[in-house]
């Protein structure tokens, strides 16, 4: 097997298709070669060598030693410089790169080739002794922290101390002679940290190096971050070796990361940041503030170092040019990174770049009008799970707020929550569900968990392409970064700007659109629809077939789910109508009623208020379908708990308390949701059934344009049961219809969450109208967990790869969506018309609904926000 891939000097191996064996860096860097932009030539280790690495005990064969010296050789070649030769020495840089972008790997090494004879030749080769002892002591620094895993703040606090010494506060004011004394201070603390001298060997430092990257792959932060975004372990690293180009050789030098479009809004505009006379991630790390790109940029933030397009024009001009080229090339935004050595471009890196949603939308709609994709395309690129960033509330305009100071819009979106200053509490309020705000200086990979937990993140330091801005866009967390006047001492678990402070628990609300930070809770506003995110809606709807409904029972939400463009209500709970106001009494009399006369005296009482809202439920759906669940949860959850409501319930009853309370215990169930519930209480007590059917009716009479009720009978196992609750719905429909003298078309249907139902589709289908899957439920009773006490094991079954994702957020397709298959074949044999649809959570689940679409679903239904999302969803499915 070839485990070596060459890029540059006009060979390029590999190109973009081979992301999974030269991961995502090393692909793009081959396929940029190819298109003939400029790239410093190099080699890619691919992710196979990972793999074999691994299985073969952390070692490497010879023959890829014998490869590896080929690929030396061929950038030695390009070059005309040669790796260790004291007189002109090549230099390179070792990078990790998976097939996704993967923080938790190995940072990269620059300037490896350096040691005490190299420096000489780099120093007379370049003219410049300054560059060459700056090169040695970053190498030094670099290969201790990230391939030695020495403590890093020693080598930094080396450098704040020779910078003091000498009363400067940038390190480019440190001198050739300051910083070879640097180095020497560096050679001496690797020493005493490691127990052996840096390693003056250059194939020494390489395969150090080059293991480093492998070893990476195994780190804790890697695999926290590989079990948060479900990459498999399997994948592998591969390893970039690459000529060094300097940014750091003077003034017109300079490094850079740019995105071919804003990041943040999408809009058609360069947008990045650079540094002059600097290296690597200089820009990143926040070493000296970086300078905008673009003129426009640095007007529009009202700075005043020159941008790029300033200060070096040429430059500039040629980078746009490749911008250009890549979107072309690419089909899609780029994030790219650069440097310039002595005015001359070279290309470090492009991928596809991270964006919000708001971006993903207004890019996928522009392409698509410049022309650039398909519609089809625009409708695959942007994600439906990140859409929800966007139909989410924002700070209301109007409300008072108390801001505190302001920072970088870094990540947009609204979060409030409780202040606090370490990742490690972050995870352990949020699992005690608190809302938090995740406070920094800055954040690292090491924080990923915390920025995971914490409904948004706030930092001192960085800039918009800081890790904490781009992980927070990519998260789709609110972010708001170098909020420079923010104190934070991490220790004491609080922060103070101004005279003011913030301590840990204390309630503050970050904006990310606006970089806004304020102290208390903001009230919030819904978001606009329209633009962008119609447009791609309608080209959505034009391609899906499956429709979208929505579970909702109040008004409200019913008004929200239509905005979101429901197409009907696929699950009306009627349970959650018991609950509000004083009908809870009634309720509870209806069940602690000792005899039927009792509990009719009960539902007398609910009769009205049942039909006033389905009444407001036509309304708001008027001309669209809406399903009616009759009552379905065990009947011990409307219970009284308490003396006064005990006495509240005897006195409407006019009953003796102590009777009511042993009726309750009567009702005592060790297993309720395998109980009395679902059409389980309908069979024993019809008159509950049977007041709902006509608050029904009587709802559906009284509307001039009446929806057409497709009523919904709960926890059905046997045909029989569905007869005979079908007999009670049509018995109240036929009285109301005679009491009115008007007729509505209604349907009656049931749910299918028990297996037996599944299997016995057919036979139940000879009386049900439709089916609608409550996988909820359906999962619950297949796999035989209890969906309430899951989440104690259900961690350990994904980690461990029983079930790929959480079944009850993610349908088990292959279980549960085997039994959902046979149902739905089953029952369409008996009833070829049979309206089949989905209720459960998985309704607004993108994989499940995929799985909707395959099986020939006629509708998901999902919660109001997640309509759109569902839109989305199927649309994709079915392209
Ligand atoms: P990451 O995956 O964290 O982005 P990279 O491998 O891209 O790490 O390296 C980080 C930075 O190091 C690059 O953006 C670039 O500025 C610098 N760098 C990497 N390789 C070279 C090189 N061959 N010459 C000059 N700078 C380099
Ligand atoms: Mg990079
Ligand atoms: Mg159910």
Redesign the pocket.
Same mark, same amino acid.
């Not at 000489?120 to 002892?133: E, I, P, V, Y």
């Not at 995870?427 to 200086?441: N, Q, S």
């Not at 039909?611 to 036509?618: L, M, P, T, V």
């Given at each position: 097997t070839q485990y070596v891939y060459r890029f540059g000097g006009g060979v390029s191996d590999g190109g973009a298709g081979d992301k999974n064996l030269l991961g995502g860096?090393g692909a793009n860097l081959a396929e940029m070669a190819s298109i003939g932009l400029p790239v410093?030539p #190099?080699f890619t280790i691919s992710t196979e060598m990972c793999t074999r690495y691994y299985e073969e005990g952390e070692t490497f064969p010879d023959s890829v030693k014998a490869e590896v010296a080929n690929g030396i050789a061929h950038i030695e070649g390009i070059t005309g410089k040669r790796f260790g030769d004291a007189a002109d020495p090549l230099l &390179?840089?070792v990078?990790? #790169?998976a097939r996704v972008?993967m923080p938790g790997m190995m940072? !990269?090494v620059?300037n490896l080739g350096l040691n005490d004879q190299t420096v000489q030749g780099l120093a007379a080769t370049s003219g410049d002794d300054r560059f060459a002892w700056d090169s040695y002591r970053r190498f030094i620094q670099m290969y201790a922290d990230v391939v030695l895993e020495l403590d890093h703040g020693r080598f930094e606090e080396a450098l704040e101390i020779a910078k003091e010494d000498r009363g400067f506060a940038l390190d480019t004011e440190l001198s050739a002679k300051d910083l070879q004394g640097l180095v020497a201070e560096y050679k001496a603390l690797v020493e005493e940290l490691w127990g052996k001298p840096f390693p003056q060997d250059v194939h020494d430092q390489l395969w150090g190096a080059v293991g480093a990257v492998f070893g990476s792959w195994q780190s804790e932060r890697a695999k926290v971050y590989r079990r948060l975004n479900d990459i498999p372990g399997g994948w592998g690293t591969a390893v970039?070796v *690459?000529?060094? &180009?300097? #940014?750091n050789m003077g003034e017109t030098s300079a !490094?850079g &990361?740019a995105f071919t479009r804003d990041p943040s809004t999408g809009e058609r505009a360069y947008y990045g940041e650079f540094l002059i006379n600097a *290296? #690597? $991630?200089d820009v990143v790390a926040g070493i000296r503030t970086p300078q905008y790109l673009t003129l426009a940029a640095r007007e529009r933030a009202g700075a005043k170092p020159a941008s790029m397009e300033e200060a070096m024009p040429e430059v500039y001009s040629q980078l746009a040019g490749v911008f250009d080229t890549l979107e072309t090339h690419y089909r899609d935004m780029q994030d790219i $990174?650069f !440097?310039v050595e002595r005015a001359k471009l070279?290309m470090? *890196?492009t991928r596809s770049g991270k964006r919000t949603a708001k971006a993903a939308l207004k890019i996928a709609v522009d392409m698509a009008n410049e022309g650039l994709i398909s519609t089809e395309e625009a409708i695959l690129r942007v994600d439906p799970q990140a859409l929800d960033q966007l139909l989410h509330p924002t700070l209301d305009p109007d409300a008072p707020r108390d801001v505190l100071t302001k920072g970088l819009p870094a990540s947009p979106g609204a979060a409030s929550g409780k202040a606090v200053f370490d990742s490690d509490t972050a995870e352990k309020r949020a699992a005690a569900g608190e809302a938090v705000i995740l406070i920094r200086i800055e954040t690292s990979p090491e924080d990923i968990h915390g920025m995971h937990a914490a409904k948004g993140i706030l930092t001192a330091r960085g800039g918009m392409t800081s890790h904490a801005a781009v992980v927070a866009r990519g998260m789709g967390r609110p972010c708001v970064s170098g909020a420079g006047t923010l104190a934070i001492n991490a220790r004491e678990k609080m922060l103070r700007v101004g005279s003011r402070e913030v301590r840990e628990g204390d309630i503050v609300t970050i904006d990310g659109t606006t970089g806004e930070v304020m102290f208390g809770e903001v009230p919030t506003v819904q978001p606009e629809l329209s633009g962008d995110f119609g447009t791609l809606m309608e080209w959505a709807d034009a391609k899906r077939r499956l429709k979208v409904r929505t579970n909702a029972e109040t008004p409200l939400d019913c008004r929200t789910a239509r905005d979101f463009g429901a197409e009907g209500i696929g699950l009306c709970r009627t349970e959650h109508m018991f609950f509000e106001g004083a009908r809870i009494t009634a309720v509870r009399q209806m069940i602690l009623a000792e005899d039927e006369a009792g509990r009719r005296a009960a539902l007398e009482k609910l009769l009205p208020e049942q039909r006033s809202d389905f009444a407001e439920i036509f309304r708001v759906m008027a001309g669209l379908p809406v399903t009616i669940r009759l009552l379905d949860p065990p009947l011990h959850e409307f219970l009284p708990h308490e003396e006064a409501e005990f006495a509240e319930v005897a006195q409407a009853a006019s009953v003796d308390v102590e009777v009511l309370k042993r009726r309750a215990a009567e009702l005592h169930e060790f297993n309720p949701m395998l109980g009395h519930r679902g059409c389980r209480l309908g069979v024993t007590y019809p008159e509950i059934y049977e007041m709902q059917a006509r608050a029904i009716f009587e709802a559906a009479v009284s509307l001039d344009e009446a929806p057409v009720p497709e009523i919904m009978i709960p926890l059905v196992a046997t045909k029989r049961e569905l007869e005979l609750m079908k007999a009670v719905v049509d018995k109240a429909a036929e009285a109301v219809f005679a009491e009115t003298g008007k007729r509505v078309d209604y349907l009656v249907g049931t749910m299918i969450e028990l297996p037996r139902a599944a299997l016995k589709a057919g036979e139940i289908a000879e009386v049900g109208a439709f089916f609608s899957f409550g996988t909820n439920d359906l999962t619950q009773t297949t796999l035989g967990v209890s969906r309430d006490d899951a989440a104690r094991f259900l961690t350990s079954y994904v980690e461990k790869g029983i079930y790929a994702k959480d079944p009850f957020v993610s349908l088990d397709v292959e279980g549960v969506g085997e039994l959902i298959a046979l149902a739905a074949e089953r029952g369409r044999k008996t009833r070829g018309d049979i309206k089949l649809g989905i209720c459960g959570e998985h309704g607004g689940d993108p994989a499940s609904i995929a799985f909707c679409e395959a099986t020939g679903l006629d509708y998901v239904s999902a919660s109001p926000y997640r309509v759109p999302i569902a839109r989305l969803a199927a649309a994709q499915a079915a392209l």
């Amino acid at each position: 097997t070839q485990y070596v891939y060459r890029f540059g000097g006009g060979v390029s191996d590999g190109g973009a298709g081979d992301k999974n064996l030269l991961g995502g860096k090393g692909a793009n860097l081959a396929e940029m070669a190819s298109i003939g932009l400029p790239v410093p030539p #190099g080699f890619t280790i691919s992710t196979e060598m990972c793999t074999r690495y691994y299985e073969e005990g952390e070692t490497f064969p010879d023959s890829v030693k014998a490869e590896v010296a080929n690929g030396i050789a061929h950038i030695e070649g390009i070059t005309g410089k040669r790796f260790g030769d004291a007189a002109d020495p090549l230099l &390179v840089s070792v990078r990790s #790169g998976a097939r996704v972008s993967m923080p938790g790997m190995m940072d !990269t090494v620059l300037n490896l080739g350096l040691n005490d004879q190299t420096v000489q030749g780099l120093a007379a080769t370049s003219g410049d002794d300054r560059f060459a002892w700056d090169s040695y002591r970053r190498f030094i620094q670099m290969y201790a922290d990230v391939v030695l895993e020495l403590d890093h703040g020693r080598f930094e606090e080396a450098l704040e101390i020779a910078k003091e010494d000498r009363g400067f506060a940038l390190d480019t004011e440190l001198s050739a002679k300051d910083l070879q004394g640097l180095v020497a201070e560096y050679k001496a603390l690797v020493e005493e940290l490691w127990g052996k001298p840096f390693p003056q060997d250059v194939h020494d430092q390489l395969w150090g190096a080059v293991g480093a990257v492998f070893g990476s792959w195994q780190s804790e932060r890697a695999k926290v971050y590989r079990r948060l975004n479900d990459i498999p372990g399997g994948w592998g690293t591969a390893v970039n070796v *690459q000529a060094m &180009v300097f #940014g750091n050789m003077g003034e017109t030098s300079a !490094t850079g &990361v740019a995105f071919t479009r804003d990041p943040s809004t999408g809009e058609r505009a360069y947008y990045g940041e650079f540094l002059i006379n600097a *290296q #690597g $991630e200089d820009v990143v790390a926040g070493i000296r503030t970086p300078q905008y790109l673009t003129l426009a940029a640095r007007e529009r933030a009202g700075a005043k170092p020159a941008s790029m397009e300033e200060a070096m024009p040429e430059v500039y001009s040629q980078l746009a040019g490749v911008f250009d080229t890549l979107e072309t090339h690419y089909r899609d935004m780029q994030d790219i $990174e650069f !440097t310039v050595e002595r005015a001359k471009l070279w290309m470090l *890196q492009t991928r596809s770049g991270k964006r919000t949603a708001k971006a993903a939308l207004k890019i996928a709609v522009d392409m698509a009008n410049e022309g650039l994709i398909s519609t089809e395309e625009a409708i695959l690129r942007v994600d439906p799970q990140a859409l929800d960033q966007l139909l989410h509330p924002t700070l209301d305009p109007d409300a008072p707020r108390d801001v505190l100071t302001k920072g970088l819009p870094a990540s947009p979106g609204a979060a409030s929550g409780k202040a606090v200053f370490d990742s490690d509490t972050a995870e352990k309020r949020a699992a005690a569900g608190e809302a938090v705000i995740l406070i920094r200086i800055e954040t690292s990979p090491e924080d990923i968990h915390g920025m995971h937990a914490a409904k948004g993140i706030l930092t001192a330091r960085g800039g918009m392409t800081s890790h904490a801005a781009v992980v927070a866009r990519g998260m789709g967390r609110p972010c708001v970064s170098g909020a420079g006047t923010l104190a934070i001492n991490a220790r004491e678990k609080m922060l103070r700007v101004g005279s003011r402070e913030v301590r840990e628990g204390d309630i503050v609300t970050i904006d990310g659109t606006t970089g806004e930070v304020m102290f208390g809770e903001v009230p919030t506003v819904q978001p606009e629809l329209s633009g962008d995110f119609g447009t791609l809606m309608e080209w959505a709807d034009a391609k899906r077939r499956l429709k979208v409904r929505t579970n909702a029972e109040t008004p409200l939400d019913c008004r929200t789910a239509r905005d979101f463009g429901a197409e009907g209500i696929g699950l009306c709970r009627t349970e959650h109508m018991f609950f509000e106001g004083a009908r809870i009494t009634a309720v509870r009399q209806m069940i602690l009623a000792e005899d039927e006369a009792g509990r009719r005296a009960a539902l007398e009482k609910l009769l009205p208020e049942q039909r006033s809202d389905f009444a407001e439920i036509f309304r708001v759906m008027a001309g669209l379908p809406v399903t009616i669940r009759l009552l379905d949860p065990p009947l011990h959850e409307f219970l009284p708990h308490e003396e006064a409501e005990f006495a509240e319930v005897a006195q409407a009853a006019s009953v003796d308390v102590e009777v009511l309370k042993r009726r309750a215990a009567e009702l005592h169930e060790f297993n309720p949701m395998l109980g009395h519930r679902g059409c389980r209480l309908g069979v024993t007590y019809p008159e509950i059934y049977e007041m709902q059917a006509r608050a029904i009716f009587e709802a559906a009479v009284s509307l001039d344009e009446a929806p057409v009720p497709e009523i919904m009978i709960p926890l059905v196992a046997t045909k029989r049961e569905l007869e005979l609750m079908k007999a009670v719905v049509d018995k109240a429909a036929e009285a109301v219809f005679a009491e009115t003298g008007k007729r509505v078309d209604y349907l009656v249907g049931t749910m299918i969450e028990l297996p037996r139902a599944a299997l016995k589709a057919g036979e139940i289908a000879e009386v049900g109208a439709f089916f609608s899957f409550g996988t909820n439920d359906l999962t619950q009773t297949t796999l035989g967990v209890s969906r309430d006490d899951a989440a104690r094991f259900l961690t350990s079954y994904v980690e461990k790869g029983i079930y790929a994702k959480d079944p009850f957020v993610s349908l088990d397709v292959e279980g549960v969506g085997e039994l959902i298959a046979l149902a739905a074949e089953r029952g369409r044999k008996t009833r070829g018309d049979i309206k089949l649809g989905i209720c459960g959570e998985h309704g607004g689940d993108p994989a499940s609904i995929a799985f909707c679409e395959a099986t020939g679903l006629d509708y998901v239904s999902a919660s109001p926000y997640r309509v759109p999302i569902a839109r989305l969803a199927a649309a994709q499915a079915a392209l």
